[in-house]
């Protein structure tokens, strides 16, 4: 309808191809929306303001674009067209990326994708396409490349030529942004290039948010999981009933809700702050650093970084990944909150992949789990209905520079 007078920019954001053509277009859709009869079937009425929300959008008018879209989707759903809440999902995810509020788009995309991968498979391309450019906004480019590979393989097999294209052109964008970061990082350090290919090469041979399919998946891991935990400098490891001191936890589960509401930010598709005062008086009291040189053997300084993780929605997980080496040698990750429902068949948990297959860590509070999160590869599996999972993860430096280094990296396969 509207499609000819909308193009893409260098940052992959729909704008007008002329902006008085797109103007006076979206100005007729207005007047045909005001002069349809109250009678009208509420299907002609969605496609309207479907569309007009698109131009809005394109044309930066946010507020316009978030209510004639939001007005759109709850028509869909009224209608019980499933087909257009994910369709029209996806564009109010958009016009919220546009408008700043990364949150909500998050949320609208998540959705968006899990019902077509339920309901309309024919969509779940464009779900990844629209997803992968919000991650690679986000700056997750590693989320953005997997999301946007899988696009291409689902676009190939349709043979539709300018959605491959169109694929192909978001991926080489994220791709240039993932050489640039690598290009940035300091002489001498492992590319961060490197975690980001081995990332995505985890991410499109198996996925965290679907244990039941680990054992189909893991034959066709396993060598390569044996050329990267053969370097790891600590093995992962789930200690048990910690002595930490209940007000220490109580402070950081306070400090952490707050961080999380008032300047949480969404990364590989789970919220995380920075910590405070809390959590670095908590690791220096606890003496963190004396707790993985016991558990592990690697004799590491304090903390040097620290960041709050929190998960809190339904289906909500991590997918397996690679940490940057900037994080540490060795990892350790403690819950300070897990609410559960009261026999719940399954709750999320920790996982990792190590040589002999996938290892789970079910953590309740005051529970850490220990790792080298550059050459372990990790993540999370979905939460449950009314679940919620407060944890805070801290790096760690090796006191001795030779077990710092890492050379004689594996290759990311191909």
């Not at 759109?72 to 067209?81: E, F, K, Q, T």
């Not at 958009?94 to 994708?113: I, K, M, P």
């Not at 995380?272 to 650093?289: S, T």
């Not at 809190?312 to 990750?333: M, P, R, S, T, Y």
Request: aromatic share 6%; hydrophobic share 45%.
């Amino acid at each position: 309808m509207l499609g000819h007078l909308i193009t893409h920019d260098d940052n992959l954001r729909m704008v007008p191809t002329d902006r008085n053509e797109l103007t006076a277009a979206v100005g007729q859709l207005h007047e045909e929306l005001r002069a349809l009869p109250e009678e009208t079937n509420p299907a002609r009425t969605r496609v309207l303001t479907r569309w007009i929300g698109i131009g809005q959008m394109s044309l930066g008018n946010h507020e316009e674009a978030l209510t004639l879209l939001q007005q759109s989707l709850d028509l869909a759903a009224a209608i019980g067209n499933a087909h257009a809440v994910v369709a029209t999902g996806l564009n109010l995810g958009d016009a919220h990326r546009y408008a700043g509020d990364r949150r909500t788009a998050d949320a609208l995309y998540r959705s968006a994708l899990n019902t077509a991968r339920s309901q309309h498979p024919e969509l779940v391309d464009f779900a990844l396409q629209h997803t992968g450019k919000h991650l690679m906004e986000l700056g997750d480019l590693a989320g953005a490349q997997a999301h946007l590979q899988e696009a291409l393989r689902l676009r190939i097999a349709k043979g539709d030529a300018e959605l491959v294209e169109s694929t192909k052109a978001a991926l080489a964008r994220v791709e240039l942004l993932i050489g640039q970061a690598a290009a940035s990082a300091a002489h001498g350090a492992v590319p961060r290039q490197w975690s980001h290919q081995w990332t995505s090469w985890l991410q499109s041979h198996t996925t965290a948010r679907i244990p039941a399919q680990w054992a189909e998946d893991f034959p066709a891991l396993r060598d390569a999981v044996c050329g990267l935990t053969v370097h790891r400098r600590v093995h992962p490891r789930h200690l048990r009933d910690q002595s930490f001191p209940t007000e220490l936890i109580a402070a950081m589960v306070e400090e952490a809700e707050k961080a999380v509401a008032v300047d949480g930010y969404l990364h590989n598709g789970k919220w995380n702050a920075a910590v405070g005062d809390a959590a670095n008086r908590f690791a220096g009291q606890a003496d963190l650093a004396a707790l993985v040189a016991r558990s592990t053997g690697l004799d590491v300084a304090q903390p040097h970084t620290g960041v709050y993780i929190a998960y809190v929605e339904e289906g909500q997980f991590l997918d397996f990944h690679v940490d940057d080496f900037g994080f540490g040698e060795a990892n350790l990750i403690l819950c300070l909150k897990h609410e559960r429902p009261t026999g719940a068949p399954r709750v999320s948990t920790t996982v990792f992949i190590h040589a002999d297959g996938f290892l789970e860590c079910d953590l309740a509070a005051g529970d850490c789990v220990v790792f080298d999160g550059a050459l372990t590869p990790h993540g999370r599996t979905p939460l449950g209905a009314g679940e919620s999972i407060t944890l805070v993860s801290f790096g760690f430096r090796a006191r001795d520079r030779v077990s710092r280094a890492v050379t004689n990296l594996p290759p990311v396969p191909r």
